[in-house]
């Protein structure tokens, strides 16, 4: 019997050329490794990557063989997946079959799909595969058997890659806060640590309550019926070692007078702006903890933004004092006696100086009438 493994398809039964076709008690089910010019494929599905073995096998005769069963015991580097041609698997060992008759000169494939590790960072040289074919038809030369296949095409640098953001406030004028009716930009940064190469990654920004979205330079925008998250156009690519920027502009509505102070700290109420950013790719990440920036970093030194709101100073009317008296309109505030002229109320206080000019007059007044009768004395 031969074995092959790469690119398949659906189980089927082919002619394997010339075969004897003597009666006999015994059929010769044996392997060969597969041919050099076999490929195998290889695909990412949701972020796994996985690849299709092809097993074959061939009858030499010279007899029917009955019950054909094929046991692959899966190296550590590989999982099953699933089979459209029904092998099962138990732990590493995959069973196909058994097939019920092959006929002498009659070939059977089955396909089996298998996924790589996460774990794993070689480059598939290292991977070797070994299927063995069983029959309840006694085999004349079990020493064919067995096949093995080694090597699989894992894609360079495409295994897996650990990304991580960062997220940092550009502010105008040096500023170390943001005011009602800023505008300010966001720039974030995703670098792909490696060792793989990721695919597919997408950066989202749900934005908190205090901001509001403006534009990008690099594409990003609103998500379709999200007035607040923004994402970034998908990355096809981003090697290992790479980095990609997004700059995002956001501005604070305008609720009041902007705060007062020098730009490094300001007076008035401080709130903190935490804004977190995610990246996410198809590529398997091995380290998720760094894929959002961390809370209270996106401040221009790396530590929390504060939005910085003006104190408001509220005027309320003051409130007449109670005498326990009714008031006058034209005397607000002053008792009321019935029957007699009411002076209207100016609603102004006496100024400082009017007792002491007071005072000096009537003084100056006495002194005036002392004099005058001291004179009218002498006369007499």
């Not at 075969?19 to 290889?42: F, H, I, L, M």
């Not at 990440?285 to 933004?305: E, F, Y």
């Not at 100024?351 to 005036?368: D, R, V």
Request: aromatic share 4%.
């Amino acid at each position: 019997m031969r074995s092959e493994f790469g690119s398949g398809g659906a189980a089927r039964s082919e002619s394997a050329g010339s075969a004897p076709s003597a009666a006999g008690k015994s059929a010769e089910t044996g392997a060969a490794a597969a041919d050099d010019n076999t490929e195998s494929v290889w695909r990412l599905v949701d972020g796994e990557l996985t690849f299709d073995y092809r097993i074959t096998v061939v009858n030499h005769g010279p007899s029917r063989a009955v019950d054909v069963v094929i046991t692959d015991e899966l190296p550590p580097a590989l999982a099953f997946v699933s089979s459209p041609d029904g092998c099962t698997a138990q732990g590493r060992t995959i069973r196909c079959g058994p097939l019920p008759a092959l006929a002498v000169g009659r070939s059977h494939t089955w396909m089996i799909i298998v996924a790589l590790d996460e774990d794993y960072t070689g480059d598939g040289s290292d991977i070797t595969n070994v299927a063995v074919v069983s029959s309840a038809t006694e085999d004349p030369d079990p020493d064919n058997n067995a096949a093995t296949h080694t090597g699989l095409p894992v894609p360079p640098r495409s295994v897996k890659a650990d990304l991580a953001l960062r997220k940092t406030a550009v502010l105008p004028g040096g500023k170390r806060y943001v005011s009602p009716g800023d505008t300010f930009s966001y720039r974030i940064t995703v670098r792909n640590l490696g060792p793989g190469e990721a695919r597919g990654v997408l950066v989202t920004d749900p934005l908190p309550a205090p901001l509001v979205f403006d534009s990008s330079p690099d594409g990003c925008r609103l998500s379709a019926g999200s007035a607040r998250t923004v994402t970034c156009p998908v990355r096809d690519r981003l090697a290992a070692g790479d980095s990609a920027v997004y700059v995002l502009v956001v501005r604070v509505p305008a609720s009041g007078p902007r705060a007062g102070g020098d730009g490094h700290g300001g007076g008035g109420q401080r709130e903190e702006i935490d804004n977190i950013a995610t990246v996410t790719a198809r590529t398997p990440d091995p380290v998720l903890a760094n894929n959002s920036n961390a809370a209270g970093t996106t401040g221009p030194g790396g530590g929390p933004l504060h939005l910085v709101r003006p104190s408001g100073h509220t005027t309320h009317p003051t409130r007449p004092p109670h005498t326990g008296h009714p008031s006058h309109p034209a005397n607000p505030g002053g008792p009321h006696h019935p029957g007699r002229p009411q002076l209207p109320h100016t609603g102004g206080d006496l100024p400082g100086w009017l007792p002491w000019s007071a005072a000096l007059t009537l003084a100056g007044g006495c002194a005036l009438v002392v004099l005058a009768r001291r004179g009218g004395r002498s006369r007499h």
